[in-house]
């Protein structure tokens, strides 16, 4: 089942990023004509424009933006993932032609982890939290988390596609079960402000339409 789940996920990220990828050849092919019918139109009411400059304007035209850094984020609970799924899916997806980020291979060592983590969010496409029974455990996951509902909710272009791994949405949404254990753990240390935050992170992504991973 883990195995269809990971093709499957690598197929329909490498099927969305070439949409993507033609999407923007086929605007930048449109305004690379709007420039030559725009020249043209020039030069006929006696423009001194010449065909260096429409030249130059269409290899601009032409110059499909670079767009974001990374095509997929992938967010997960080390113990409980990082040398099972979570690995098995990076592989798949870099095997696809999928630039994905996964903490331990992108970050040097001795940088801090914060921002860089935090930006590479931004600067990814496709964020993918791996919600697993202990994702609710670290804080640092949970932040993570507020950062990426807050992508999904910015109408930046983000696409966030949940994975609940050997976890129920409904757990994660109320915060209940095992899950729920692992979560109360924080209540001694942050203030309220703090939990409401991830609560809210949790129970907006357990609505939205991911996969379920029992392995």
């Known amino acids: ?32 004509f709007d420039l030559l019918t725009a020249s043209t139109e020039t ?21 499909v933006p670079i767009g974001n850094r990374y095509d ?6 080390g113990p409980d993932t990082r040398k099972g799924f979570t690995d098995h899916l990076y592989t798949r997806l ?10 331990d291979n992108e970050l040097c060592q001795g940088k801090k982890i914060g921002p860089d983590l935090l930006a590479s969010i ?7 939290p791996i919600i697993s029974l202990n994702y609710g455990s670290s804080n640092w996951c949970l932040n993570e988390l507020v950062h990426i509902m807050e992508c999904q909710n910015s109408n930046t272009g983000h696409l966030v596609l949940p994975i609940f791994y050997k976890v129920e949405p409904t757990h994660v949404r109320h915060q209940t079960g095992s899950f729920g254990d692992a979560f109360r753990t924080h209540g001694r240390h942050f203030d309220q402000m703090i939990l409401e ?17 029992n392995g």
């Open 122 to 128: 931004k600067e990814s496409k496709i964020l993918i």
């Open 94 to 103: 870099i095997d696809a032609g999928i630039h994905a980020f996964k903490d």
């Open 197 to 213: 935050k991830w609560k809210q992170a949790l129970n907006e992504v357990s609505f939205l339409k991911g996969w379920e991973a």
């Open 72 to 77: 997929v984020f992938l967010s997960f609970r």
């Open 43 to 63: 030069n006929s009411c006696g423009s001194s424009l010449s065909l260096t400059e429409i030249n130059d304007g269409v290899s601009n035209s032409l110059t």
């Open 1 to 32: 089942m883990a195995l269809i789940l990971l093709f499957g996920l690598a197929f329909y990220i490498l099927n969305k990023k070439r949409t993507s990828v033609r999407r923007n050849a086929e605007d930048a092919t449109t305004g690379a």
